[in-house]
């Protein structure tokens, strides 16, 4: 498959979201990192957003809550090249009601080829890598010519997504 590259600027937008059993581990986590969060722009859904500038006075852009559609406002912006990071703290013991959502969000962070961090561990890991603070040039799959794959030797339909980030070549035609 072909790839473009979008450049990822010094300082990255990075989505917060963490689930209510999960928010007083990323409070912890982000007061820990709360030096290195503040050189970046913050997203978050509401609850966690509130938390955050509250405890720790971090200036972060608030969407809605994930159940009234906050997830889905990050995962549109993650398609328009407006995120650079994902950290969700998810629950993976307790359902949730909009867990559709949830893997929609986390379905197009893959997609769109951005480092997502479900857990302390792997926060640590983003947050303290060299990256985090130099330009990047971030690898997209080229949607814009189609994307199929071959599936015992047939050509499966293109899927008719639109381009990259920033490109409406593919949306609204025909």
């Not at 328009?80 to 969000?105: M, N, Y």
């Not at 197009?108 to 890991?125: E, G, H, K, Q, T």
């Amino acid at each position: 498959m072909e790839h473009k590259e979008l450049a990822m600027k010094q300082t990255k937008k990075i989505a917060l979201v963490a689930h209510d059993n999960m928010k007083r581990d990323l409070l912890e986590w982000a007061g820990f990192n709360r030096d290195l969060l503040a050189q970046h722009e913050l997203y978050a859904t509401a609850a966690t957003g509130k938390l955050l500038r509250q405890e720790l006075g971090l200036d972060v852009t608030m969407l809605q809550s994930g159940p009234l559609g906050g997830d889905q406002q990050i995962g549109a912006k993650i398609a328009e090249g407006d995120i650079d990071s994902l950290i969700f703290f998810w629950d993976p013991l307790k359902p949730q009601p909009h867990d559709p959502d949830v893997k929609a969000l986390l379905r197009l962070a893959v997609v769109w080829n951005i480092p997502v961090a479900c857990n302390r561990a792997s926060a640590d890991f983003i947050i303290s890598s060299p990256l985090m603070s130099a330009d990047y040039q971030r690898l997209l799959p080229d949607y814009e010519h189609g994307y199929g794959e071959q599936i015992e030797g047939e050509r499966v339909a293109s899927s008719g997504l639109p381009g990259p980030p920033g490109d409406r070549s593919g949306v609204g035609a025909g």
